[in-house]
């Protein structure tokens, strides 16, 4: 068996909050909700959630839940605990 290293890459990312207290925005989560392709759930309750459109089907993300844009532009979500032991700061 052949071993293997996954290859650096950076991605940007932001922390969803899902209340008021958001202050990152990224222009390309903005233009995603704009599009349809991020849109909400359950608006205005503590069960709020962003649902995301992937190449692998529609994918909820919950609060506290990291958004990442990919290499290709590509959107999804991201676990805290994956997040933080995947990714580090570029």
């Known amino acids: ?3 293997y290293r996954k290859k650096p890459v950076v991605i940007e990312a932001f922390q969803w909050t899902g209340g008021h207290d958001q202050t990152e925005d990224p222009v390309w989560a903005c233009e995603a909700i704009r599009a349809g392709s991020m849109r909400f ?5 503590p069960d709020v959630a962003l ?3 992937t190449l692998e089907g ?3 993300a ?3 839940d990291w958004i990442i ?3 290709k532009g590509e959107l999804y979500p991201c ?3 994956i997040f933080e032991a ?3 700061a570029a």
């Not at 759930?41 to 309750?45: H, I």
């Open 1 to 3: 068996m052949t071993q």
């Open 41 to 45: 759930e359950n608006v205005g309750t």
């Open 51 to 53: 649902l995301i459109d």
């Open 58 to 60: 529609t994918h909820r």
């Open 62 to 64: 919950n609060q506290g």
């Open 69 to 71: 844009r990919g290499v």
């Open 79 to 81: 676990k805290p605990d």
């Open 86 to 88: 995947t990714y580090e």
